[in-house]
């Protein structure tokens, strides 16, 4: 028995924690991690990335209640997310200056996005048709919907136009 708990003894010693003060330079990094650790990624932002990126070996980051995970965890999350950011910045945004230009469109197509295309006019649709095939007209509270959802929106109301 004895022999068991000086193994572990000399294991336990051997491990190495994560230094936080780099985590805690960066506002609510640290916050996200510990989120993160309970599979809540929403918070997790690029400049924490950039941090977790920087340790440069295995060490075990404290979590919640005496818990710790392996920074790897936290890279692996960072990798993921880095790859998602830069793929939401290639994205392509409708500009809502024609939309704006015909009276009551951008609302009409605001309430067409919840399922209400009562307000949806011919003249509005022309503009919609306008856009190219792909991009990203803001609706509400930072959702988003693809012009083409729109476009079958008046193909559906007026026919093609």
Same mark, same amino acid.
């Given at each position: %028995?004895?022999?068991?708990?000086?193994?572990?003894?000399e294991a336990a010693?051997?491990?190495?924690?994560?230094s936080t003060?780099?985590?805690?330079?960066?506002p609510?990094?640290?916050? +996200?991690?510990k989120?993160a650790?309970?599979n @809540?990624?929403?918070?997790?932002? &690029?400049?924490c990335?950039?941090v977790?990126?920087s340790?440069?070996?295995?060490?075990?980051?404290?979590? %919640?209640?005496r818990?710790?995970? @392996?920074? &790897?965890f936290?890279k692996?999350?960072?990798? =993921?997310?880095?790859?998602?950011?830069?793929a939401?910045?290639k994205v392509?945004?409708?500009?809502t200056?024609? =939309?704006d230009?015909?009276?009551?469109?951008?609302d009409?197509?605001?309430?067409?996005?919840e399922?209400d295309?009562?307000?949806?006019?011919?003249?509005?649709?022309?503009?919609?048709? +306008?856009f190219?095939?792909h991009?990203l007209?803001?609706v509400m509270?930072?959702?988003h919907?693809? #012009? &083409?959802?729109?476009k079958?929106?008046?193909? &559906?109301?007026?026919?093609p #136009?």
């Amino acid at each position: %028995m004895a022999l068991i708990f000086t193994a572990l003894s000399e294991a336990a010693a051997k491990v190495e924690y994560c230094s936080t003060g780099a985590i805690d330079k960066v506002p609510g990094c640290y916050d +996200s991690l510990k989120l993160a650790a309970e599979n @809540d990624y929403r918070w997790v932002r &690029n400049d924490c990335c950039k941090v977790v990126y920087s340790f440069p070996h295995h060490c075990l980051l404290p979590v %919640m209640n005496r818990r710790h995970k @392996d920074i &790897n965890f936290f890279k692996k999350i960072s990798l =993921i997310f880095t790859a998602l950011s830069e793929a939401a910045a290639k994205v392509e945004y409708c500009s809502t200056g024609a =939309i704006d230009k015909v009276p009551g469109c951008y609302d009409s197509l605001k309430l067409a996005a919840e399922n209400d295309y009562r307000w949806v006019r011919n003249d509005c649709c022309k503009v919609v048709y +306008s856009f190219p095939h792909h991009c990203l007209l803001p609706v509400m509270n930072r959702r988003h919907k693809d #012009i &083409n959802f729109f476009k079958k929106i008046c193909d &559906n109301v007026y026919g093609p #136009i």
